[in-house]
């Protein structure tokens, strides 16, 4: 009898395991990347190190599409002030005209953290519900030709597209080529990568619960004063890790951990 139980009872068990190797990847996610050992100023594609980014391909969710190509922006930061005013057009009051054609939405949604490399991205939203966007810290837009600088998100940022809707974002970046040139309407650029640097990452991670994106800052008087500095502070801190050997320095850590927490 004792023989005749065993082979069932392991067989529960195999399949227990299986299921709770299946949860455990499952519960992971595919925004989860592995995470390669590297050093500051090492970072492919990054800094003045040649070769190809590396990272998780990144890819818009299902139900949004991308709009004509990605282009270097100019236009006016909106704010939620702006973009409440900009609702109430498109609802058909006021008797305002609709934009008719990606080329003539002016600027939707201002977004990220940044300052060299600000982006126009035309999304459109190709279902009947509304749908949330979320764009992943590490997140690198590629310049196309190689001339100007790549563009690296260093925390999340998200934006709400209403049903069968093409809206204009304008997000915000910095740089990860120092020697190159900041961002233009003349060149045209591509979604590439979730980086998979671990210098990065490391950076990343620090930044993970602090008050960066320009988002954070458009309810407060004196906001954008504040953004600035910010913005300006962590670019050259950026370039610590993707164009120089040197890292994120004690001033560096002691600067990050004195922005106020989201």
């Not at 997140?139 to 597209?161: A, E, F, H, P």
Request: glycine share 8%; proline share 3%.
């Amino acid at each position: 009898m004792k023989k005749k139980y065993t082979i069932p009872f392991m067989l529960v068990l195999a399949i227990s395991f299986l299921l709770n190797t299946s949860c455990s990847k499952d519960e992971k996610g595919d925004d989860q990347i592995e995470i390669t050992e590297d050093k500051p100023g090492e970072i492919p594609g990054l800094g003045e190190v040649e070769g190809e980014l590396t990272g998780q391909k990144y890819k818009l969710p299902e139900g949004i599409e991308q709009v004509g190509e990605i282009i270097g922006y100019e236009g006016d930061i909106n704010t939620t002030a702006k973009q409440k005013s900009r609702e109430l057009r498109a609802s058909g009051k006021n008797n305002a005209k609709k934009a008719e054609s990606p080329a003539e939405v002016s600027t939707d949604f201002s977004r990220g953290s940044g300052y060299y490399v600000r982006l126009r991205i035309n999304l459109k939203n190709t279902t009947s519900s509304n749908r949330k966007v979320e764009l992943p810290a590490g997140l690198v837009i590629k310049s196309r030709s190689g001339t100007y600088q790549n563009g690296v998100l260093l925390k999340k940022t998200s934006i709400d597209i209403p049903a069968n809707k093409t809206i204009l974002l304008d997000l915000h970046m910095y740089c990860g080529n120092a020697a190159k040139s900041s961002s233009s309407p003349s060149e045209k650029y591509d979604l590439a990568v979730i980086s998979n640097s671990s210098s990065l990452h490391d950076l990343i991670n620090r930044l993970k619960n602090k008050k960066i994106n320009i988002e954070q800052y458009f309810k407060e008087t004196d906001g954008m004063d504040k953004y600035e500095d910010i913005v300006a502070f962590l670019q050259n801190i950026l370039w610590n890790v993707t164009d120089s050997e040197s890292g994120l320095l004690d001033d560096d850590i002691e600067y990050i951990n004195s922005i106020p927490n989201d």
